[in-house]
């Protein structure tokens, strides 16, 4: 039987079967129009050296204004990977913006939607859907369910936070990590803490600057600051308690910075985290000539006084090595020490 959104327990998010080669993954553009064209093709080449399997949709270049395809166009590549028993993981192509706008008519967990039959869906996969919605790694007597019956990896950060935060709201892990425009960016280190991460390999832990506070443990939901403020009081927002957050974010003076921790604190939810694990918060700077905090003084000043272990500039997030974090594991910050590890 299937667990309802808010019955949830997101302490024990499923993680998901570890990939290997050979295994189909799939492709799609959930969020901006493809700009990045030559790193597109070197992000998909860098899986496909890996031994996997990568299709493309038929419509991956779609355009429709500053989207990658209609709501629909993009709907249905999502739902086309999300129900094919034979795909294992779910590629991102790039942020932007866009991801939300899907979530309005989809539920991870309903029967496949009408429109998208015919979207690249065998009889096979749609006949499979009763089994793909069961978000658990174990059956109901604790056997492990055939692999084909069990949600898939999805891959990506920005705006793919909201497809991250989505799928913890049901239960189900992911990775926050780099989009394929960006993959081709990355060092080796950072490859391969990726491939760790779907792998089934441990990773190791990450070092930052410590602000105190302590040590504590909690499930971990990395993502774009900006994108999951915009998340709050929607359904989308899955349940905090019990949470280390890590966040980092792009192209936002400090006083819009300032405005989306200050709508954090005003909700209450920062009350519900356990930790904050802060990443890059690149070219956030202050508008010419006016008088303004730089974003790190923003950061202290709207975070400081919670009474949690934080942690700064761990090495995720824009213009930058984006050090994959597994979505829903159990973590240990330690706001003394300045690391973020991973528990099993």
């Given at each position: 039987?299937?667990?309802l959104y808010r019955e949830v327990n997101l302490v024990n998010i499923n993680q998901l079967y570890p990939l290997q080669a050979g295994d189909l993954l799939r492709v799609i553009a959930p969020s901006g129009a493809l700009r990045e064209v030559d790193a597109f093709h070197q992000g998909v080449e860098i899986w496909r050296r890996r031994g996997y399997r990568v299709e493309l949709p038929a419509n991956w270049d779609a355009r429709d204004g500053y989207l990658a395809g209609t709501d629909n166009q993009r709907r249905q590549q999502l739902a086309a990977a999300w129900y094919d028993p034979e795909c294992q993981g779910i590629l991102c192509?790039?942020?932007g913006y866009g991801s939300a706008r899907l979530l309005e008519d989809w539920t991870w967990t309903s029967p496949i939607p009408p429109q998208v039959v015919g979207a690249g869906l065998t009889d096979n996969a749609t006949q499979e859907t009763d089994n793909l919605t069961k978000p658990a790694l174990l059956g109901e007597q604790g056997s492990l369910e055939p692999k084909s019956h069990i949600p898939k990896w999805l891959i990506g950060f920005s705006d793919i936070t909201c497809l991250l935060w989505s799928l913890a709201?049901?239960?189900?892990?992911?990775?926050?990590?780099?989009v394929l425009t960006t993959l081709a960016s990355e060092p080796e280190w950072s490859l391969n803490r990726l491939f760790d991460c779907v792998e089934g390999r441990s990773v190791s832990l990450l070092t930052g600057k410590g602000w105190g506070g302590g040590k504590v443990r909690g499930w971990l939901l990395p993502g774009n600051l900006t994108v999951a403020t915009h998340l709050l009081s929607t359904p989308i927002l899955p349940p905090l308690d019990g949470a280390i957050l890590a966040l980092e974010d792009v192209t936002e003076a400090p006083y819009r910075i300032d405005r989306l921790l200050t709508q954090w604190r005003m909700s209450?939810?920062?009350h519900k985290v356990k930790g904050i694990?802060?990443?890059?918060?690149s070219r956030c700077y202050p508008p010419q000539n006016i008088p303004s905090w730089t974003v790190e003084e923003v950061l202290r000043d709207r975070l400081m006084g919670l009474d949690i272990p934080i942690v700064s500039d761990f090495p995720f997030g824009h213009d930058g090595v984006n050090a994959a974090l597994p979505v829903g594991r159990w973590v240990e910050l330690d706001g003394d020490q300045g690391t973020?590890?991973?528990k099993n």
């Open positions: 039987m299937l667990r192509i790039r942020g709201g049901v239960g189900i892990g992911s990775v926050h990590g780099p209450g939810m920062l694990a802060l990443g890059r918060f973020l590890c991973w």
